[in-house]
C-alpha cells in the first residue's frame, strides 16, 4: 500500500485534466495547479494527435494536399479548404468563374452553421445541459444531408478544386437550402427560449472569464473570442475575399467580454450566416464551375504568398512559399483555435474549475486543428 | 401490528424489494423520459418498450470484475455503496402508503427519516476519501458542504409542517390532512392552520431534496464534465450499480416525504375513495417531475449552490417558520 499524502492546507496539488477527459473534447491535456476548487496555474499540454500536416504539405502536390486541409477541422472543414484553394488560385493566377465562388461562400456558410451548432450544443454539454445537444444535433443533421448529396461526404470534404469544384448543385440542394433557412430560424428561437434566457445558464457565464481586448492581441485571438471583447474585426469584412464583398451582413460584437458574449456572438453568427446563404441562393448566377483554361499540372511561379479567411473558429491563414516546383517548398498553416487556446493559460488563473471549464467550453477548441 | 418474526420479514423483503424495483425501473423510465424530452426513442430493444433493459443491466454490472485501485482504503471503499443503499431502504420500513400499507409506525417518523438520510452523505465521504483519486475527493468535498447546507432549510420547513400538525407521526400527518386539496399542507384554506406561504415552504423542501440527492441542476457531486464521474470515478461493476441505485432509491424517498407532509399522502384531491393509488400516483408525477427537471436545466456552480442555500432559502425557512408560529399563537 502506498503511503498517505498529507497535504498542508496551503500547499497544492497538480490536476491533470486529459488528455481523456469529457471537458476537453479530445486529446488536449491541460495540468492545472490547484489550491483547492481554484486554479493557482494552468498550463495546455499539445501535441497528443500531432500529424504533421505542414509537412505533408511540402511533401504532396498540390492536388494530393487538398484533402488534408479538411482532416484539420472536421467540424467547419470547407472553410479550412477555401483559403487553401483561395491562396494555390491566387500564386498560379487562375480565374475562379463567379458561379463557383457563389457556391463557395453558401456551402461555407452552411458549414459554419454546422460547426455552430455542434458548439453550441457541446457548450450546454459542458454546463451539464444535455437536451439542447440532441436539438442541435437534429438542426445539423439537415446541413449535413444537403453537404453530403452534393459534396459525397458529411464531414471531411473534398470538395472544392483549383479554379472551381467538384460538383455543381442541383434544385434538390436549392430547395432544401431554402426550406432549412426558416427552419434554423425558427430553432433558433426555441434556444434562445431553452438555453439564453436560462437563469442558472446566464449566471455560469455572466461576468465569468473576462477577456481584455489588450488580452486578445496579445495572444492573437479571434472569431467569437475576439469579437465578444469587443474587437470588430472579421476576415470576411476586413480583408474581403471571394464574393463576401456581395453579401450585406453584420458582424455581431460585443463588449461585455464574458463567457456569455462569446456565447452571443457564435448565435448571432448563424444569424448572419443564414442572411448570406439567403442572398447567396438570390443571386447565384449560372455559368460553369470550373474555368475553361486552366493548367494542367499546378506550378506556381516562386514567390511568398498568403490568404486569410474566416472560419468558423477564427482567422485562418495559409502562406504558401513556393519554389516554382510542383509541390510547395514551404506551406504554413495559421490555426485559430491554437490562438484561443493560449488564452486559457493566463485567464484561468484564479478561476474555479467549473468556471475554467466552462470558460474552455466557451473557446470552442478543436484539438485536431491545434496539434495539425 | 404485531411484531412477530414472519412480519418482520414480511417488512424488509417488502422493502428491500421496493427499493431495488424502483431504482431499476426508475433507471428505465429516466432514460424513456430523457429520450422523450431529446426526441430519440430511448432504450426499446430489450422487451417490450425496452423493459427488460434493467435486469439484463444489473446482470452487466454484476457480470464485472470489481476492482479496487491500489492505495484505495479497502474497508471504506467497499462499505461505501453499500452506505449509499442502506439508509435509502431503511426509510421505507416507516413510510406509510396508505392507512394500513406501513411496516412499522413511528411517533417519530421524521425524525428517524432524517436520521438516516443524513448517512447517506456520509456514504459519499467515504468514497471519495478511500478512492485515493483528486477527482473523487473534490467531489465528495463538495458533496458535504452541499449535505450541510441543504440539510438546514429543509429540517427548518419540516418543522414548520411539524408545528402545524404537532404530531411528528407520519400517519397523523396525513390523517390531519384527509378532505379535500384545499386541506392538504400545500395551500392549506380549509385545514387546521391558514397559513398561505405554505407553497414557498413546499417549493424549498422540493428544492432541498433535489439537491439532497444529489440531482440535477444540484448534481454537483457527479458533474461529468468537471470531476469525471465524480465520488464513484473508481467504481465498476455492482459497487458502481449500488450507487446508481442509491440515488434512486434516495429519489423515491424523498418525493414520498414530499407527498406525505405537503401533498396530503394518500388522499384524494376531491375527498373521494381515498387510498394508496393516490399515494402512488403523486409520488410518481413527484418523480416524473425530477426527470423533466434533470434534463432541462444545466448544472448550477458551488458557489451558487451555497448561496441559494445560505442566502435564500435558510433565511426564507427561517421566516417562514416564524410565521407560522405566529399564525399558530393568533389562531
Known amino acids: 500500500m502506498n503511503a498517505p499524502i498529507l497535504l498542508q492546507p496551503d500547499e497544492t496539488f497538480i490536476l491533470n485534466v486529459g488528455p481523456q477527459h469529457p471537458a476537453t473534447h479530445g486529446v488536449l491535456r491541460v495540468k492545472m495547479e490547484m489550491s483547492g476548487e481554484y486554479i493557482v496555474n494552468a498550463e495546455t499540454v499539445i501535441g497528443y494527435i500531432h500529424r504533421m500536416h505542414e509537412k505533408m504539405g511540402e511533401l504532396k502536390t498540390y492536388p494530393q494536399f487538398l484533402m488534408n486541409l479538411s482532416r484539420m477541422d472536421y467540424l467547419g472543414a470547407l472553410g479550412y479548404s477555401h483559403c487553401h484553394v483561395l491562396v494555390v488560385e491566387k500564386a498560379s493566377g487562375i480565374v475562379v468563374p463567379e458561379r463557383a465562388e457563389y457556391i463557395r461562400a453558401i456551402m461555407v456558410e452552411l458549414n459554419r452553421i454546422a460547426s455552430h451548432l455542434f ?16 436539438y442541435a444535433l437534429q438542426d445539423r443533421e439537415h446541413i449535413l444531408d444537403m453537404l453530403e448529396a452534393v459534396t459525397g461526404s458529411r464531414l471531411t470534404y473534398c470538395y472544392f478544386r483549383f479554379g472551381g469544384l467538384y460538383n455543381d448543385i442541383d434544385d434538390d440542394f436549392i430547395a432544401a437550402a431554402r426550406r432549412f433557412i426558416p427552419r434554423m430560424r425558427k430553432s433558433l428561437k426555441k434556444y434562445k427560449a431553452l438555453v439564453t434566457g436560462n437563469i442558472i445558464f446566464r449566471k455560469r457565464l455572466e461576468g465569468i472569464a473576462p477577456l481584455t481586448p489588450e488580452m486578445c492581441r496579445k495572444y492573437g485571438a479571434s472569431s467569437a473570442v475576439a469579437r465578444g471583447s469587443g474587437i470588430n474585426f472579421d476576415v470576411r ?27 452571443m456572438v457564435r448565435m448571432d453568427e448563424i444569424e448572419q450566416s443564414l442572411r448570406i446563404v439567403e442572398q447567396g441562393l438570390d443571386k447565384l448566377p449560372g455559368g460553369p464551375i470550373m474555368p475553361d483554361k486552366k493548367p494542367k499540372i499546378i506550378k506556381p511561379p516562386a514567390g511568398d504568398y498568403y490568404q486569410a479567411v474566416e472560419t468558423a473558429r477564427g482567422s485562418f491563414g495559409v502562406r504558401l512559399v513556393s519554389d516554382g516546383g510542383k509541390n510547395p517548398y514551404r506551406l504554413k498553416l495559421r490555426s485559430p483555435t491554437y490562438s484561443n487556446m493560449h488564452l486559457f493559460d493566463e485567464a484561468c488563473r484564479g478561476m474555479m474549475i467549473m468556471d475554467a471549464l466552462a470558460f474552455m467550453g466557451s473557446l470552442d477548441l478543436v484539438i485536431p486543428e491545434i496539434d495539425r | 401490528m404485531r411484531l412477530t418474526l414472519i412480519n418482520v420479514v414480511i417488512a424488509v423483503v417488502a422493502a428491500i424489494a421496493f427499493a431495488a424495483l424502483n431504482a431499476a425501473y426508475l433507471v428505465w423510465a429516466e432514460r424513456r423520459g430523457a429520450a422523450r424530452i431529446q426526441r430519440r426513442p430511448g432504450p426499446n430493444i430489450n422487451g417490450p418498450f425496452g423493459l ?68 447517506g452523505g456520509m456514504s459519499l465521504v467515504f468514497a471519495g476519501w478511500s478512492s485515493r483519486n483528486k ?33 411528528m407521526d407520519l400517519m397523523e400527518i396525513v390523517r390531519q390532512q384527509s378532505g379535500s386539496i384545499l386541506h392538504w399542507n400545500i395551500f392549506p384554506v380549509l385545514g387546521n392552520s391558514h397559513n398561505l406561504l405554505m407553497p414557498f415552504s413546499f417549493l424549498i423542501f422540493f428544492t432541498c431534496t433535489l439537491a439532497e440527492t444529489n440531482r440535477a441542476p444540484f448534481d454537483l457531486g457527479e458533474a461529468e464534465s468537471e470531476l469525471v464521474a465524480g465520488f464513484h470515478t473508481e467504481y465498476g461493476s455492482m459497487g458502481f450499480g449500488l450507487f446508481f441505485m442509491g440515488e434512486y ?83
Open chain 1, 119 to 134: 458548439w453550441f450544443g457541446a457548450f450546454v454539454m459542458d454546463l451539464g445541459g444535455f437536451s439542447p445537444l440532441m
Open chain 2, 135 to 167: 477527482y473523487a475527493m473534490m467531489s465528495s468535498v463538495r458533496a458535504v458542504s452541499q449535505a450541510v447546507a441543504y440539510e438546514i432549510p429543509m429540517l427548518i420547513t419540516t418543522i414548520t409542517v411539524v408545528m402545524i400538525t404537532g404530531s
Open chain 1, 237 to 263: 469584412r476586413n480583408e474581403p475575399y471571394s464574393v463576401y464583398p456581395e453579401f450585406d451582413f453584420d458582424i455581431p460584437v460585443y463588449h461585455e467580454c464574458d463567457s456569455l458574449a462569446r456565447y
Open chain 2, 249 to 331: 432509491a434516495n429519489i423515491v424517498v424523498g418525493s414520498c416525504l414530499t407527498t406525505i407532509l405537503f401533498l396530503g399522502g394518500w388522499n384524494c384531491p376531491f375527498g373521494l375513495f381515498p387510498g394508496v393509488w393516490w399515494f402512488i400516483l403523486k409520488l410518481y408525477l413527484l418523480i416524473g417531475t425530477f426527470i423533466w427537471i434533470r434534463w432541462t436545466f444545466p448544472r448550477t456552480t458551488i458557489y451558487g449552490l451555497l448561496n441559494l442555500s445560505w442566502k435564500i432559502l435558510i433565511p426564507l425557512s427561517l421566516f417562514n417558520l416564524l410565521f407560522t408560529a405566529g399564525l399558530l399563537k393568533v389562531f
Open chain 2, 52 to 119: 427488460l433493459q434493467p435486469p439484463l443491466d444489473g446482470i452487466k454490472l454484476m457480470a464485472k470484475q470489481l476492482t479496487i485501485p491500489g492505495g484505495a482504503d479497502k474497508a471504506m471503499f467497499i462499505a461505501a455503496p453499500i452506505l449509499a443503499m442502506f439508509p435509502a431502504i431503511m426509510s421505507f420500513v416507516t413510510i406509510p402508503f396508505s392507512d394500513t400499507i406501513v411496516a412499522k409506525n413511528m411517533n417519530v417518523g421524521i425524525l428517524m427519516i432524517f436520521a438516516f438520510a443524513s448517512m
